[in-house]
């Protein structure tokens, strides 16, 4: 994983807006979240991130056939910000794309990481998550301001004949509520315009009740169908490792589960809503704290703009 070097507290947001430590930690559960330095690039974040889980892995630049960068915060809108990180990296072999699934971005480019192997495309995937969420939040508005944070997480992946690896995964999308968070401008439909500007359509945008509420539905209703797909039950899991958006959303979707508090790993307190990153961030810090070892059985759940989902199970 990678996070930027500067920290912005509770306290530190009390002097930009109209808020306060305790109204922040009381609704979302963060205290603090990274933000990037200027100059400092999504790419960035993910080069830092990559260059560790290759070394973890032994993967050297010129093994990884394919670089899967999910990001909605790119470094441009193009090329792929997965092409900057081949070029730092020097990933000469590999192709390089990036996936838009908002949150969710992790679990479907896990999803696809996986289906690269099993078909043959490639033998050692790049899998990074990165997000500057800090470049596209309005610090005036403190519905949204105090949420998000940025960060990048990175995996390796190669084909296992052990037993372990990627058990299942669920996939979903709802075009329909597509309006209930995003950034309005920037792209083809509302391209940037002094009026655009003034409007301070290119910051997030999200209607909170409504998003709460489709979050819990939707993670809960897609890890269940990860558990039947993976022909394992909820209280097999060791650990459950949800997306870092909110403690209260992660406490309602845990106990629709049944699943223990004590199996829930979370870190949003230091991090924020980190976006696509947030799951293999937690992943990253469960495993250097001992939370998932050889074996264990882990759940992933994500939930985000589009609006997305996804779940995944996985033997690590």
């Not at 790049?126 to 519905?143: K, N, P, Q, Y």
């Not at 910051?203 to 169908?225: C, D, I, L, P, W």
């Not at 696509?276 to 469960?286: G, I, N, Q, R």
């Amino acid at each position: 994983m990678a996070a930027p070097a500067r920290v912005l507290t509770n306290d530190d947001l009390t002097r930009m807006v109209e808020t306060s430590d305790e109204w922040i930690t009381t609704r979302t559960g963060i205290r603090e979240r990274r933000i990037v330095a200027p100059g400092e690039s999504t790419s960035d974040l993910g080069a830092v991130a990559a260059r560790e889980a290759m070394a973890r892995a032994g993967a050297r630049p010129e093994d990884i056939d394919l670089i899967i960068f999910c990001t909605m915060t790119p470094d441009q809108v193009a090329p792929a910000t997965a092409c900057f990180l081949q070029s730092k990296l020097g990933a000469k072999n590999a192709a390089a794309v990036d996936i838009q699934a908002a949150c969710s971005g992790f679990i479907y480019g896990l999803s696809m990481a996986r289906g690269a192997i099993v078909s043959g495309e490639a033998a050692c995937v790049l899998l990074v998550a990165g997000e500057s969420m800090s470049r596209f939040i309005d610090w005036t508005d403190r519905t949204t301001c105090v949420l998000f944070g940025d960060a990048a997480g990175a995996m390796v992946l190669r084909a296992s004949s052990n037993g372990r690896g990627i058990l299942s995964t669920v996939l979903g999308a709802d075009g329909d509520n597509a309006g209930l968070i995003g950034v309005p401008a920037g792209g083809a439909s509302l391209p940037a315009s002094h009026e655009t500007v003034d409007g301070r359509l290119h910051y997030m945008k999200m209607v909170g009740a409504e998003v709460f509420k489709n979050g819990v539905r939707r993670m809960t209703r897609s890890m269940q169908k990860a558990l039947v797909k993976a022909g394992v039950g909820v209280n097999d899991l060791d650990l459950f490792v949800p997306h870092q958006a909110n403690k209260r959303i992660i406490d309602a979707v845990g106990d629709s589960l049944g699943i223990s508090p004590d199996k829930v790993f979370i870190n949003l307190e230091k991090y924020g809503n980190t976006s696509a990153a947030s799951v293999p961030v937690a992943l990253h810090e469960a495993v250097l704290a001992g939370r998932i070892r050889a074996g264990d059985l882990v759940g992933m759940v994500a939930f985000g703009a589009g609006l997305t989902w996804g779940a995944s199970v996985v033997r690590w």
